[in-house]
C-alpha cells in the first residue's frame, strides 16, 4: 500500500513537472513573440538610428530588464546610456550624433570573480522609414536585430531567474549599429565597467531564420577560428559553427568588431542565410521562423550560464587578434 502511494505520488510528481516544464516552455514561446511584436511593430516604424523610434525601442527594452531583474547601469540610476557627441558615420565621416545605449547588470556572486565580466550585445536600431518596396515604406528589421536583441532578453530572463552567476554579466542594447556603431563607440568611451574586465563578448545579429548554409539547428559564430571562444561554448552544448560566409566578413560587420579591435575577444552570433529580405521591408514579423528562433536561444542558454560560471578566460588563437 505505502509503495503504492509513493509510486503514485511520484508519477504525479513526474506528471507534474512535466506540465511545469511544458508551460515554462510555453511561456517562453510567448516572451519570444510578444518581444517580436512590439519590437518590430509598424509602430516603431523601423527604429532608425538615433529616431525617437529607437528611443522607444530602447525605452521597451529597459522596462523589460527592470522587470526581469536585471539592475540599471545606464546614466544616473537608469538603463539608458545617453549617447552624445561628434562621431565616425560610414559615408559622412565625423558629424554630432545623439542616441543611446540600454546597459543592465547583474552582478556576480562570487567576490573574487564578479570583477570578471561577460558582455551580451545586441543592436535595437534599424533603418527606419525608407523608399517603398511593394507599396511598404517601413523597414521593421524583425530578424536585423529585434531577434538579437530578444535573445540577449531571454538569455537575462534566464540567467537572472537562476541562481546568480558567479561573474558579471552586462546586457547591453546598442543604438545606432547601422550607421556606424554611435552607440558603441560611445560604451568604449563610457565603458560602465573597465574594458579591460570584459572577459568576452556575443553579440546577438539576425538569429530569426535558420540558415540553410549550416545545418537547422545550428548558428555561426563569426570569426570562429580567431579564438577560443567559439570551439569551447561548442564543447558546452552550443550549436556553434563556423561562418559559412567567409567573403562577407561579417566579423567586422557588427559592434563585436570595435571592441575586437579593444582586445576583448568578441564575436557574433548568427544565423542569418543571405536572405533577400536583408535592409528591406519585408525583414518583419511574418519572415521570422519563430520555431528556428526559439530552438537557437535555447540552445545558447546552457552554454552562457556555463560562461558566466566558468574560470574560462577566452584568447585570441596567434596572431589571429584583429
Ligand atoms: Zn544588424
Redesign the pocket.
Known amino acids: 500500500m505505502a509503495t503504492r502511494i509513493k509510486l503514485l505520488l511520484f508519477i504525479n510528481l513526474f506528471y507534474f513537472l512535466g506540465i511545469a516544464s511544458d508551460q515554462h516552455s510555453n511561456i517562453d514561446q510567448a516572451q519570444i513573440h510578444g518581444a517580436m511584436e512590439f519590437l518590430a511593430s509598424d509602430a516603431l516604424q523601423g527604429r532608425a538610428s538615433g529616431s525617437h523610434d529607437e528611443l522607444l525601442a530602447a525605452t521597451y527594452l529597459a522596462s523589460q530588464l527592470r522587470e526581469i531583474g536585471i539592475e540599471p547601469a545606464g546614466d544616473e540610476g537608469g538603463y539608458i546610456q545617453n549617447v552624445s557627441g561628434e562621431f565616425n558615420f560610414f559615408r559622412e565621416g565625423k558629424k554630432q550624433w545623439n542616441t543611446r545605449n540600454v546597459i543592465g547588470k547583474l552582478e556576480g556572486r562570487d567576490e573574487k570573480m564578479k570583477d570578471q565580466v561577460i558582455l551580451l550585445t545586441a543592436?535595437m536600431d534599424h533603418m527606419g522609414i525608407g523608399k517603398p518596396v511593394n507599396g511598404d515604406n517601413i523597414y521593421n528589421g524583425a530578424d536585423?536585430?529585434a531577434s538579437g536583441c530578444v535573445a540577449v532578453l531571454q538569455l537575462a530572463r534566464e540567467l537572472a531567474h537562476e541562481k546568480t552567476p558567479k561573474r558579471t554579466v552586462l546586457f547591453v542594447f546598442f543604438g545606432s549599429?547601422?550607421t556606424g556603431g554611435q552607440g558603441n563607440q560611445y560604451f568604449l568611451q563610457h565603458p560602465p565597467v573597465p574594458i579591460k574586465n570584459i572577459v568576452a563578448n556575443l553579440e546577438f545579429?539576425?538569429i530569426g531564420r535558420a540558415d540553410s548554409a549550416v545545418k537547422p539547428d545550428e548558428l555561426w559564430l563569426t570569426g570562429f577560428d580567431r579564438s577560443n571562444l567559439g570551439p569551447e561554448l561548442a564543447k558546452h552544448g552550443a550549436k556553434l559553427v563556423a561562418d559559412p560566409h567567409p567573403q562577407q566578413n561579417f566579423f567586422q560587420r557588427?559592434d563585436n568588431y570595435a571592441l575586437a579591435k579593444q582586445g576583448v575577444v568578441a564575436h557574433t552570433v548568427s544565423s542569418f542565410g543571405l536572405h533577400t529580405d536583408y535592409h528591406r521591408p519585408s525583414d518583419d514579423v511574418a519572415h521570422i521562423d519563430f520555431n528556428h528562433m526559439e530552438q537557437a536561444i535555447h540552445s545558447m542558454l546552457d552554454p552562457v550560464k556555463w560562461l558566466a560560471n566558468s574560470e574560462f578566460k577566452p584568447d585570441w588563437e596567434a596572431g589571429k587578434k584583429p
Open positions: 543592436h536585423d536585430d549599429e547601422e545579429e539576425m557588427s
